[in-house]
C-alpha cells in the first residue's frame, strides 16, 4: 500500500494489538513499573463524545512513552457500571438493569478500541460484577471488623478492642467513637448482655448503623449525597429533596480526617486540588463552650475557634434539624418556628453552606446566658447552621464575622464589639450603652495568646473543653436503591446487625419483581421474596453507595482474577501506587477522599504496602461543545443565513453540527435531519448558509455532541489524538473545533511523503544521515521526550509539524532518521507509525516493543556563527565562523574573504573591531 488513507490501517493495526496481546502485562521484578490510571467512567446509554477521550489519551501517550523507554507499564480499563441512571432506565422500562449496562459497555469497549489506547483489556473491572463486588463486600467487612486507635494512630482488629474491655473496660483506650459513648469498668463489661456489647461495639466500628440527617428524595426512593442535590432538587430528574433522620450505615472516615490532612503535602498534586481537599476536611482548633438555658435544665454547646470573642456573642443560633427545638420553642413562637423548620430541612448543605446572600430564620423565645458576661443571650434558628459541624449550635458575634452581622443587622440584634481596657474606647459611655463591652484579662494578649488564656478560663470553670472540630463529616454508606452492592449483612433475633459469612460472598443482587420502594416504605430489595440467611434472618436491604466499587478498582487491577483475595502481596508491592492518575476535577473531593481512606484504612491492616494510593495526578479539562445555530423567519419556514439576519425576525435554533462544517450548514442534510424541515428554503449569502455559533458544554439538547466515531471515519483515530492533544494544555477547557484538524490531518499526509511519494513509490534509503538531518531528529526527541515526562502534549504535536517540514526541505528520508522519527511519534499517532514501520521500513517486530531513542545533546551544538561583516558601517558579506574562532583566526579569515578584499583594497586598516557570535567591523 502506497496512498495514505487511515481506513485501510487502522483497523488492520487495531486487530493485530488484539489478537496478539500486545498490552498484555504481568508483573516483572527485571523492569522498573509504570502505573497509569484512568477515572474510570459509567458506561451511560448515549456513549463517549469527542471530550470523553482527552484524558485517556494523554495517559496513553504517556504510557505507550514509558514502555518505550523501558517501564514494565500497567494501564487497565474497566468501568463503574452500578449507578442511579440504569436503575432509572429500568423502572421506566422494566428492563433490568444488568442488561442495558451491558449492551452500553460493549458501546464504550468499542469506541475505545477505534481511538487505539493501549489498555490491557484482560485486567478489565466491572463493579456490578459478582466477582468484583465479592471483596467490595469482603472490603466492607474488614472495616466493620476494626476500630481506630488514636495513641497508635492506625485501624486495629475489633477482637484487641473487645480483648481490653475484657481486661480493663474502657479504661487506656483512646478511640474514634460516637460521642455519646460511656466508659465502663471490666466488669460492667462482662455483665453486658451479648446485644449490649453489639450496640456498645457499633459506637466504635469503622462502619457502623446509626440515625443520620440524609438528603431523601421520594420521588427517587433513595438518599443522594449532598453533591446530587442543587437548590433543593436532584440534579437526576429535578425532583425534591428534603432532609430527613434515617437509620444510615456509615464510614468513620472521621478517624483518618488528620492523616488524609497531613499526606497532602507529599504528593505530586496540583495545589489547586491539595487547597480543595483541605477545605473539605477542614480542621479547626478551638473549644466547646456551654451555654445554659435560662428557666430550663438545658445546656446548649457551641465550637469555637475564637473563644476570645465570646464577649461579643449578642445572640446563640441552633440548625433547624437540631433535635431539641421543640423543647426550647415558646408557645408563642411555635407556629412561626415549626413554618421555618419545614422550609429550611429541604435545603441541602451544600446550598446552605453556599448562599451567603439570603438572610433567614426564627426566634426561639428561649435565652441562653453568655458564660464569660452572664448576660441573657437570645436564642435563635437559621438554616446557615448545619446539624452535622460541630455541635449544630453556633455562638454568634456579629462585630467579627460578616454572617453575623448581616444576621443581627436583618433581625435588629445587639452588635457588640469587644475592646481591650478603656484606652480603646473613642467614648468610655459607649460601655454603659451595650454598644462595646471590655474583655478586661485579655488586654494586650495577641489572638493567639488570648484564645489559649480564654480556654482555660473555661476549662477552670468547667464551662468549655478544648476541642479540634472537622468539617469532614463521616459519610453515608447507605442507598434505598436496587442497582448497588448488596451490604453483607444480616440481622439476628434481636435485630443486630450480623455479617454474612466469608465463604458466602458474594453475597449476589437478588432478582425483584419491580424496581421502586415496597408499599411499606423499604428499599427495592424488599421486594424480593424469600432472601433471607438461613431461610430466617433478613439482610440488609440496602445497598452501597456509588462510591464503594470506585474506592478500590486501582487495587483490583493490579491482581484482577485472584480468588482468594482482592490483591496479592507481590502484586500490590509491585504496582505499588498509581504513578499518574488523570481525571476530572467533579471528582476532587468525594471519590479522592473515600479512595485514600480506604486504601489508608487497607494499608493500616496490612494488605498493602503503601499508604496512598495516588502518587500524581492530573485534572484534564473539559472540551466544550461548539454550538450552531440556523435562523428560522418567524411565522415561515424559511432560514436565512448569520450574515444576513438582522434584515429579518428570526428565531434561533439549535442545529446538529455533524451537518455542519466551519459554520456551513449542509442544507440537504440538513432538511433530511428532521421531518418538520423537509420543505425548510434557504436565503443564502455568497451561494452558503452560514450559521451562528456559541462555545459550551456539550450537551444532547443543543445537538452540539461530536462523536469520535464520525471524526474517526473521516479523518482517522491518529488524527483525533494528535488534535485533541493540539488543542491546548491538558490542564485546560478549551473548545471543540473542526476547524483545526484539517491541518493536522495534513500533517500526517506529509509524513507519509516521507517514505513514500506522490506516485505511491517507496522512496526511503539507506544512506547515512548528515548532521543536519540528526539536528532536525534530535531537538525532535528532545521535546517529544521532556513534554511526555511533563504532560505538556499540546507543544509536542508543532515540535511534530516542524520536524516533518525540516525533514521534507532537506530531503531527508534515510531509514536511520525516519525510524527514530516514527517511535517517538508513535505514542500520539500509533496507527500510522505501526503501518510505516512494517511497510516502508520492513521491520519484523511491533513499534510498542522499540527503544525510545537517546537524545545526543552534542548534535545540537552550534559550531559556527554565522557573522554580518561590516566595512565602513555598511554590511557587506555573511560568512560562517568557527564557534570557537579566536580575534586572530577571524581576522585572518576575514581578510582572505575575495568581497572583503574587494571593498578593503589595499587601503590601511583603521580598527578590526570583533565581538564574539555577534559581529566583525573594519574601518579603513
Given at each position: 500500500m502506497s496512498e495514505f488513507n487511515h481506513n485501510d490501517f487502522e483497523p488492520k493495526w487495531q486487530k493485530y494489538w488484539q489478537d496478539n496481546n500486545i498490552y498484555k502485562v504481568d508483573v516483572d521484578k527485571n523492569k522498573p513499573k509504570f502505573y497509569a490510571l484512568d477515572m474510570f467512567p459509567y458506561p451511560s446509554g448515549a456513549g463517549l463524545h469527542v471530550g470523553h477521550p482527552m484524558g485517556y489519551i494523554a495517559s496513553d501517550i504517556v504510557s505507550r512513552f514509558k514502555r518505550l523507554k523501558g517501564f514494565n507499564v500497567l494501564h487497565p480499563m474497566g468501568f463503574d457500571s452500578f449507578g442511579l441512571p440504569a436503575e432509572q432506565y429500568a423502572i421506566e422500562t422494566g428492563q433490568h438493569p444488568a442488561i442495558t449496562t451491558e449492551a452500553n459497555i460493549s458501546t464504550f469497549k468499542g469506541q475505545m478500541n477505534k481511538i487505539g489506547f493501549s489498555f490491557d483489556w484482560n485486567r478489565e473491572v466491572q463493579t456490578s460484577s459478582p466477582d468484583y463486588y465479592r471483596w467490595t463486600q469482603w472490603i466492607f467487612q474488614q472495616l466493620f471488623n476494626s476500630w481506630y486507635d488514636k495513641d497508635a494512630n492506625k485501624a486495629k482488629d475489633i477482637a484487641e478492642l473487645i480483648a481490653h474491655f475484657e481486661a480493663k473496660g474502657t479504661e487506656g483506650i483512646h478511640a474514634e467513637c460516637d460521642d455519646n459513648s460511656t466508659p465502663f469498668t471490666a466488669e460492667e463489661w462482662k455483665a453486658y448482655s451479648e446485644n449490649e456489647k453489639a450496640q456498645i461495639l457499633l459506637q466504635y466500628r469503622l462502619t457502623f448503623l446509626s440515625e443520620a440527617m440524609v438528603n431523601w428524595c421520594p420521588a427517587l426512593g433513595t438518599v443522594l449525597a449532598n453533591d446530587e442535590v442543587k437548590d433543593g432538587v436532584s440534579e437526576r430528574g429535578g425532583h425534591p429533596v428534603e432532609r430527613k433522620k434515617m437509620k444510615q450505615w456509615m464510614m468513620r472516615i472521621t478517624a483518618y480526617a488528620d492523616r488524609l490532612l497531613n499526606n497532602l503535602e507529599g504528593l505530586n498534586w496540583s495545589d489547586a486540588l491539595k487547597e480543595m481537599q483541605r477545605n473539605w476536611i477542614g480542621k479547626s482548633i478551638g473549644c466547646e463552650i456551654d451555654f445554659k438555658v435560662v428557666d430550663k435544665d438545658i445546656t446548649l454547646t457551641a465550637f469555637t475557634t475564637r473563644v476570645d470573642t465570646t464577649y461579643g456573642v449578642t445572640y446563640v443560633v441552633l440548625a433547624p434539624e437540631h433535635e431539641l427545638i421543640p423543647e426550647l420553642t415558646t408557645a408563642e413562637q411555635k407556629e412561626a418556628v415549626d413554618a421555618y423548620v419545614e422550609t429550611a430541612k429541604n435545603r441541602s448543605e451544600r446550598e446552605r453552606q453556599s448562599d451567603v446572600k439570603?438572610?433567614?430564620?426564627?426566634?426561639?423565645?428561649?435565652?441562653?446566658?453568655?458564660?464569660?458576661?452572664?448576660?441573657?443571650?437570645?436564642?435563635?434558628?437559621?438554616?446557615?447552621?448545619?446539624?452535622?459541624?460541630?455541635?449544630?449550635?453556633?455562638?454568634?458575634?456579629?462585630?467579627?464575622?460578616?454572617?453575623?452581622?448581616?444576621?443581627?443587622?436583618?433581625?435588629?440584634?445587639?452588635?457588640?464589639?469587644?475592646?481591650?481596657?478603656?484606652?480603646?474606647?473613642?467614648?468610655?459611655?459607649?460601655?454603659?450603652?451595650?454598644?462595646?463591652?471590655?474583655?478586661?484579662?485579655?488586654?494586650?494578649?495577641?489572638?493567639?495568646?488570648?484564645?489559649?488564656?480564654?480556654?482555660?478560663?473555661l476549662v477552670s470553670a468547667g464551662q468549655g473543653k478544648a476541642k479540634v472540630n472537622f468539617r469532614i463529616r463521616d459519610a453515608v454508606f447507605s442507598r434505598q436503591r436496587y442497582w448497588g452492592e448488596p451490604v453483607p449483612v444480616y440481622f439476628d433475633e434481636n435485630d443486630t446487625p450480623q455479617l454474612v459469612p466469608d465463604s458466602q460472598l458474594p453475597l449476589d443482587l437478588p432478582e425483584v419483581e419491580k424496581y421502586l420502594p415496597t408499599p411499606e416504605g423499604d428499599p427495592p430489595l424488599g421486594n424480593t421474596k424469600d432472601w433471607k440467611f438461613d431461610d430466617k434472618f433478613g439482610y440488609e436491604l440496602t445497598t452501597m453507595p456509588g462510591w464503594a466499587g470506585s474506592s478500590w478498582y486501582f487495587l483490583r487491577y493490579m491482581d484482577p482474577q485472584n480468588k482468594e483475595a482482592f490483591v496479592s502481596k507481590e502484586a500490590a508491592e509491585y504496582w505499588n501506587q498509581v504513578d499518574l492518575y488523570v481525571g476530572g476535577t467533579e471528582h476532587a473531593t468525594g471519590h479522592l477522599l473515600y479512595s485514600r481512606f480506604w486504601n489508608m484504612f487497607l494499608f493500616d491492616m496490612g494488605f498493602i504496602s503503601h499508604e496512598e494510593p495516588f502518587k500524581r495526578i492530573v485534572n484534564q479539562g473539559m472540551i466544550q461543545g461548539r454550538s450552531n445555530f440556523v435562523y428560522r423567519v418567524k411565522g415561515t419556514n424559511q432560514f436565512v443565513s448569520h450574515g444576513l439576519k438582522k434584515d429579518y425576525e428570526v428565531q434561533p435554533l439549535y442545529v446538529d453540527v455533524n451537518i455542519v462544517e466551519n459554520d456551513v450548514l449542509d442544507t440537504d442534510k440538513f432538511k433530511e435531519w428532521r421531518q418538520d424541515y423537509a420543505n425548510a428554503e434557504f436565503i443564502l449569502e455568497d451561494g452558503k448558509y452560514i450559521c451562528g455559533s456559541v462555545v459550551e458544554k456539550m450537551s444532547k439538547s443543543k445537538y452540539n455532541v461530536v462523536n469520535p466515531d464520525v471524526v474517526i471515519e473521516k479523518y482517522g483515530a491518529d488524527t483525533l489524538r494528535l488534535y485533541e492533544m493540539f488543542l491546548g494544555p491538558i490542564e485546560q477547557s478549551k473548545p471543540w473545533s473542526m476547524q483545526g484538524i484539517d491541518g493536522v490531518w495534513k500533517f500526517l499526509r506529509k509524513l507519509w511523503r516521507l517514505f513514500y511519494n506522490d506516485a505511491g513509490q517507496l522512496v526511503v534509503v539507506d544512506e547515512k544521515a548528515t548532521p543536519a538531518d540528526l539536528k532536525i531528529l534530535h531537538k525532535a526527541i528532545k521535546k517529544a521526550g521532556e513534554d511526555m515526562e511533563s504532560l505538556s502534549l499540546n507543544t509536542t504535536v508543532p515540535a511534530f509539524m516542524v520536524c516533518v517540514n525540516e525533514l521534507a526541505a532537506a530531503k531527508c528520508y534515510k531509514k536511520e532518521v525516519l525510524e527514530k522519527l516514527l517511535i517517538i511519534l508513535s505514542p500520539f499517532a500509533p496507527h500510522i507509525s505501526e503501518e510505516l514501520w512494517h511497510a516502508a521500513l520492513g521491520q519484523k517486530d511491533s513499534i510498542i516493543n522499540a527503544e525510545f531513542p537517546a537524545f545526543d545533546a552534542s548534535l545540537l551544538v552550534e559550531a559556527s556563527h554565522t557573522y554580518p561583516v561590516s566595512i565602513n558601517g555598511k554590511m557587506r558579506v555573511k560568512l560562517d565562523l568557527p564557534i570557537d574562532i579566536s580575534q586572530e583566526e577571524a581576522k585572518e579569515a576575514v581578510f582572505a574573504n575575495e568581497i572583503v578584499q574587494k571593498w578593503v583594497e589595499d587601503k590601511p586598516i583603521k580598527k578590526f573591531i570583533f565581538v564574539p557570535k555577534r559581529i566583525v567591523n573594519v574601518v579603513v
Amino acid at each position: 500500500m502506497s496512498e495514505f488513507n487511515h481506513n485501510d490501517f487502522e483497523p488492520k493495526w487495531q486487530k493485530y494489538w488484539q489478537d496478539n496481546n500486545i498490552y498484555k502485562v504481568d508483573v516483572d521484578k527485571n523492569k522498573p513499573k509504570f502505573y497509569a490510571l484512568d477515572m474510570f467512567p459509567y458506561p451511560s446509554g448515549a456513549g463517549l463524545h469527542v471530550g470523553h477521550p482527552m484524558g485517556y489519551i494523554a495517559s496513553d501517550i504517556v504510557s505507550r512513552f514509558k514502555r518505550l523507554k523501558g517501564f514494565n507499564v500497567l494501564h487497565p480499563m474497566g468501568f463503574d457500571s452500578f449507578g442511579l441512571p440504569a436503575e432509572q432506565y429500568a423502572i421506566e422500562t422494566g428492563q433490568h438493569p444488568a442488561i442495558t449496562t451491558e449492551a452500553n459497555i460493549s458501546t464504550f469497549k468499542g469506541q475505545m478500541n477505534k481511538i487505539g489506547f493501549s489498555f490491557d483489556w484482560n485486567r478489565e473491572v466491572q463493579t456490578s460484577s459478582p466477582d468484583y463486588y465479592r471483596w467490595t463486600q469482603w472490603i466492607f467487612q474488614q472495616l466493620f471488623n476494626s476500630w481506630y486507635d488514636k495513641d497508635a494512630n492506625k485501624a486495629k482488629d475489633i477482637a484487641e478492642l473487645i480483648a481490653h474491655f475484657e481486661a480493663k473496660g474502657t479504661e487506656g483506650i483512646h478511640a474514634e467513637c460516637d460521642d455519646n459513648s460511656t466508659p465502663f469498668t471490666a466488669e460492667e463489661w462482662k455483665a453486658y448482655s451479648e446485644n449490649e456489647k453489639a450496640q456498645i461495639l457499633l459506637q466504635y466500628r469503622l462502619t457502623f448503623l446509626s440515625e443520620a440527617m440524609v438528603n431523601w428524595c421520594p420521588a427517587l426512593g433513595t438518599v443522594l449525597a449532598n453533591d446530587e442535590v442543587k437548590d433543593g432538587v436532584s440534579e437526576r430528574g429535578g425532583h425534591p429533596v428534603e432532609r430527613k433522620k434515617m437509620k444510615q450505615w456509615m464510614m468513620r472516615i472521621t478517624a483518618y480526617a488528620d492523616r488524609l490532612l497531613n499526606n497532602l503535602e507529599g504528593l505530586n498534586w496540583s495545589d489547586a486540588l491539595k487547597e480543595m481537599q483541605r477545605n473539605w476536611i477542614g480542621k479547626s482548633i478551638g473549644c466547646e463552650i456551654d451555654f445554659k438555658v435560662v428557666d430550663k435544665d438545658i445546656t446548649l454547646t457551641a465550637f469555637t475557634t475564637r473563644v476570645d470573642t465570646t464577649y461579643g456573642v449578642t445572640y446563640v443560633v441552633l440548625a433547624p434539624e437540631h433535635e431539641l427545638i421543640p423543647e426550647l420553642t415558646t408557645a408563642e413562637q411555635k407556629e412561626a418556628v415549626d413554618a421555618y423548620v419545614e422550609t429550611a430541612k429541604n435545603r441541602s448543605e451544600r446550598e446552605r453552606q453556599s448562599d451567603v446572600k439570603t438572610v433567614s430564620g426564627v426566634f426561639t423565645g428561649s435565652y441562653v446566658t453568655n458564660p464569660l458576661t452572664g448576660e441573657k443571650t437570645p436564642l435563635w434558628i437559621a438554616d446557615y447552621v448545619l446539624a452535622g459541624y460541630g455541635t449544630g449550635v453556633v455562638m454568634a458575634v456579629p462585630s467579627s464575622d460578616d454572617r453575623d452581622f448581616r444576621f443581627a443587622n436583618h433581625f435588629g440584634l445587639p452588635i457588640v464589639r469587644v475592646i481591650e481596657g478603656t484606652e480603646d474606647m473613642e467614648d468610655p459611655t459607649e460601655v454603659k450603652k451595650g454598644k462595646m463591652i471590655n474583655s478586661g484579662f485579655l488586654n494586650g494578649l495577641e489572638s493567639d495568646e488570648a484564645i489559649k488564656v480564654a480556654i482555660d478560663k473555661l476549662v477552670s470553670a468547667g464551662q468549655g473543653k478544648a476541642k479540634v472540630n472537622f468539617r469532614i463529616r463521616d459519610a453515608v454508606f447507605s442507598r434505598q436503591r436496587y442497582w448497588g452492592e448488596p451490604v453483607p449483612v444480616y440481622f439476628d433475633e434481636n435485630d443486630t446487625p450480623q455479617l454474612v459469612p466469608d465463604s458466602q460472598l458474594p453475597l449476589d443482587l437478588p432478582e425483584v419483581e419491580k424496581y421502586l420502594p415496597t408499599p411499606e416504605g423499604d428499599p427495592p430489595l424488599g421486594n424480593t421474596k424469600d432472601w433471607k440467611f438461613d431461610d430466617k434472618f433478613g439482610y440488609e436491604l440496602t445497598t452501597m453507595p456509588g462510591w464503594a466499587g470506585s474506592s478500590w478498582y486501582f487495587l483490583r487491577y493490579m491482581d484482577p482474577q485472584n480468588k482468594e483475595a482482592f490483591v496479592s502481596k507481590e502484586a500490590a508491592e509491585y504496582w505499588n501506587q498509581v504513578d499518574l492518575y488523570v481525571g476530572g476535577t467533579e471528582h476532587a473531593t468525594g471519590h479522592l477522599l473515600y479512595s485514600r481512606f480506604w486504601n489508608m484504612f487497607l494499608f493500616d491492616m496490612g494488605f498493602i504496602s503503601h499508604e496512598e494510593p495516588f502518587k500524581r495526578i492530573v485534572n484534564q479539562g473539559m472540551i466544550q461543545g461548539r454550538s450552531n445555530f440556523v435562523y428560522r423567519v418567524k411565522g415561515t419556514n424559511q432560514f436565512v443565513s448569520h450574515g444576513l439576519k438582522k434584515d429579518y425576525e428570526v428565531q434561533p435554533l439549535y442545529v446538529d453540527v455533524n451537518i455542519v462544517e466551519n459554520d456551513v450548514l449542509d442544507t440537504d442534510k440538513f432538511k433530511e435531519w428532521r421531518q418538520d424541515y423537509a420543505n425548510a428554503e434557504f436565503i443564502l449569502e455568497d451561494g452558503k448558509y452560514i450559521c451562528g455559533s456559541v462555545v459550551e458544554k456539550m450537551s444532547k439538547s443543543k445537538y452540539n455532541v461530536v462523536n469520535p466515531d464520525v471524526v474517526i471515519e473521516k479523518y482517522g483515530a491518529d488524527t483525533l489524538r494528535l488534535y485533541e492533544m493540539f488543542l491546548g494544555p491538558i490542564e485546560q477547557s478549551k473548545p471543540w473545533s473542526m476547524q483545526g484538524i484539517d491541518g493536522v490531518w495534513k500533517f500526517l499526509r506529509k509524513l507519509w511523503r516521507l517514505f513514500y511519494n506522490d506516485a505511491g513509490q517507496l522512496v526511503v534509503v539507506d544512506e547515512k544521515a548528515t548532521p543536519a538531518d540528526l539536528k532536525i531528529l534530535h531537538k525532535a526527541i528532545k521535546k517529544a521526550g521532556e513534554d511526555m515526562e511533563s504532560l505538556s502534549l499540546n507543544t509536542t504535536v508543532p515540535a511534530f509539524m516542524v520536524c516533518v517540514n525540516e525533514l521534507a526541505a532537506a530531503k531527508c528520508y534515510k531509514k536511520e532518521v525516519l525510524e527514530k522519527l516514527l517511535i517517538i511519534l508513535s505514542p500520539f499517532a500509533p496507527h500510522i507509525s505501526e503501518e510505516l514501520w512494517h511497510a516502508a521500513l520492513g521491520q519484523k517486530d511491533s513499534i510498542i516493543n522499540a527503544e525510545f531513542p537517546a537524545f545526543d545533546a552534542s548534535l545540537l551544538v552550534e559550531a559556527s556563527h554565522t557573522y554580518p561583516v561590516s566595512i565602513n558601517g555598511k554590511m557587506r558579506v555573511k560568512l560562517d565562523l568557527p564557534i570557537d574562532i579566536s580575534q586572530e583566526e577571524a581576522k585572518e579569515a576575514v581578510f582572505a574573504n575575495e568581497i572583503v578584499q574587494k571593498w578593503v583594497e589595499d587601503k590601511p586598516i583603521k580598527k578590526f573591531i570583533f565581538v564574539p557570535k555577534r559581529i566583525v567591523n573594519v574601518v579603513v
